[in-house]
């Protein structure tokens, strides 16, 4: 049974994944409609928000604000913070570095974030030192960034849309994709102190 619960969340976190990019270039759509980036995610982050209050409602899940604020650490409202910069740089960065791009370059990010957070325990999760097979699996991610995004570009053609995008906007993807491993340990905490995921994504 364990290992179904566990093969189950896999499938789930599989999932979830293929919706960012869906997600980003409908907010860049958006953002292009509206005029401007920062409606845009406040459109999106408003639907979002809308729709889990009313969850919330239906399901009658219990919200412990005071107890949660009384009982943990000022980091534990800060996924939000995060996600508000991941899914905002997102729409910024897709027409400047292409869909690829900025889907699979926060993913890196993502991939050394949260090793980095298993190696220090941060955010009070447990300890998982670097072995040689997850070192292996990242360097084969940061290979696999590069071939999505390096390979095929044709030699010596100059039109407007083969140009390569500044190395630093790439950066600034990786970067924010670091945001995302924060922001998924710091909610995973805040779901187990306030008893549930739900509630917990609401607060996000």
Same mark, same amino acid.
């Given at each position: 049974?364990?290992?179904?619960?566990?093969?189950?969340?896999?499938?789930?976190? =599989?999932? !979830?994944?293929?919706?960012?990019?869906?997600?980003?270039?409908?907010?860049?759509?958006?953002?292009? %409609? &509206?005029?401007? =980036?920062?409606?845009?995610? /406040? =459109?999106?982050?408003?639907?979002?928000?809308?729709?889990?209050?009313?969850? @919330?409602?239906?399901?009658?899940?219990? *919200?412990?604000?005071?107890?949660?604020?009384?009982?943990?650490?000022?980091?534990?409202?800060?996924?939000?913070?995060?996600? &508000?910069?991941?899914?905002?740089?997102?729409?910024?960065? *897709?027409?400047?570095?292409?869909?690829?791009?900025?889907?699979?370059?926060?993913?890196?990010?993502?991939?050394?974030?949260?090793?980095?957070?298993?190696?220090?325990? !941060?955010?009070?999760?447990? @300890?998982?030192?670097?072995?040689?097979? %997850?070192?292996?699996?990242?360097?084969?991610?940061?290979?696999?960034?590069? *071939?999505?995004?390096?390979?095929?570009?044709?030699?010596?053609?100059? $039109?407007?849309?083969?140009? %390569?995008?500044?190395?630093?906007?790439?950066?600034?993807? @990786?970067?924010?994709?670091?945001?995302?491993?924060?922001?998924?340990? =710091?909610?995973?905490? /805040?779901?187990?102190?306030?008893? $549930?995921?739900?509630?917990?994504?609401?607060? $996000?």
């Amino acid at each position: 049974m364990g290992g179904e619960v566990v093969l189950l969340a896999l499938v789930m976190g =599989v999932l !979830a994944g293929a919706l960012i990019p869906f997600q980003t270039a409908i907010n860049s759509r958006l953002a292009v %409609r &509206l005029g401007a =980036v920062f409606p845009a995610s /406040l =459109v999106s982050f408003a639907i979002g928000s809308a729709g889990l209050g009313l969850l @919330v409602l239906v399901t009658g899940t219990p *919200m412990p604000w005071a107890a949660t604020a009384a009982g943990q650490p000022w980091w534990i409202w800060i996924g939000g913070v995060c996600g &508000l910069v991941f899914l905002t740089m997102n729409i910024v960065l *897709m027409p400047r570095i292409g869909a690829s791009a900025t889907v699979v370059l926060p993913l890196v990010g993502q991939v050394f974030g949260g090793l980095v957070v298993d190696m220090t325990g !941060a955010f009070d999760t447990a @300890v998982r030192p670097l072995s040689l097979l %997850r070192a292996l699996g990242a360097v084969l991610v940061v290979v696999g960034a590069a *071939m999505v995004n390096l390979a095929g570009r044709p030699v010596g053609d100059t $039109s407007p849309g083969a140009h %390569r995008p500044h190395p630093l906007r790439w950066v600034v993807a @990786v970067l924010a994709g670091t945001l995302g491993a924060i922001q998924t340990a =710091v909610n995973g905490r /805040l779901g187990q102190a306030m008893g $549930s995921a739900l509630a917990a994504a609401l607060v $996000s």
